[in-house]
């Protein structure tokens, strides 16, 4: 019997199961990868947006890290959210322990509902400390402008922040369009080497859409952990996503936003 890949997220819990660490071992696991999981933040959300959070003390995050990276082959390592830049320091020291792992790096500011988790001290040590160490980073629109130092409106401007973003800290950066208006949805991704790649196809008519980027990420991990180059990852990641979403679209959960996979 063949092991199967293992994969370590780095993410906060979702206690409704659309986000974070729950969205990222159930996508992992349905690729056939193994979830392992270090919780960064605890959080009482639904589709509707998050009630109350709490973070996970930097000491406790870093030994999490440190159990799993010492015991178990990763193949890939994915990091959410990170409360602070205390956790953001205890998680880059961890991962520069074990170099030539990929890291995908999704900047969670804050949720889509409003809530806030990494403040402008945060936000600093993200920058110094951990997308230096990224194979991939992975902003939606106002990330990338945050990063970037430019808001992001246009299709123009997310090609902008991700070339100024790949060339700046030496990682493939995916840009993701989905907060962008219109019936299609476009990724740019920019590799150090100057490339610029634009992904797009029609936007799926679903309110089952919690957690989609966790899900994205979660399977571009996957496919790092696999040996794809990062085109090859993020094309494979995203057909997973749109076939998940595709799948489940008619399916009524509760009064908010229901999970981008839910099986």
Not at 99 to 122: A, C, E, K, N, Q
Request: aromatic share 4%.
């Amino acid at each position: 019997m063949t092991r199967p890949l293992c994969i370590l997220t780095i993410a906060g819990s979702d206690s409704g199961g659309g986000a974070g660490i729950q969205a990222d071992a159930r996508a992992i696991q349905a690729l056939g990868g193994y979830a392992l999981t270090a919780i960064t933040a605890v959080t009482a959300q639904s589709g509707r947006g998050i009630a109350m959070w709490r973070p996970v003390a930097p000491l406790l995050i870093a030994a999490q890290i440190r159990t799993a990276l010492r015991d178990y082959p990763v193949a890939a390592i994915k990091t959410g959210l990170i409360p602070g830049a205390a956790a953001v320091r205890a998680i880059a020291a961890e991962i520069r322990r074990h170099p030539g792992i990929p890291l995908v790096v999704d900047p969670v500011i804050g949720s889509t509902s409003g809530t806030r988790f990494l403040s402008d001290s945060g936000l600093k040590a993200l920058r110094r400390e951990l997308l230096p160490l990224a194979t991939l980073v992975t902003p939606n629109w106002p990330e990338a402008g945050a990063l970037a130092g430019a808001k992001v409106r246009t299709d123009a401007g997310a090609e902008a922040a991700a070339s100024r973003l790949a060339e700046e800290f030496g990682c493939a950066v995916l840009v993701k369009g989905g907060h962008a208006a219109g019936p299609i949805c476009r990724d740019c991704l920019a590799t150090p080497d100057g490339r610029v790649r634009w992904f797009g196809g029609p936007r799926i008519a679903t309110r089952n859409t919690h957690g989609t980027g966790c899900v994205l990420l979660a399977a571009i991990a996957f496919q790092l952990a696999r040996g794809r180059d990062v085109p090859k990852a993020v094309a494979m990641g995203r057909s997973f996503l749109i076939g998940s979403l595709w799948k489940n679209r008619f399916l009524r959960w509760g009064p908010g936003a229901g999970p981008a996979l839910a099986r």
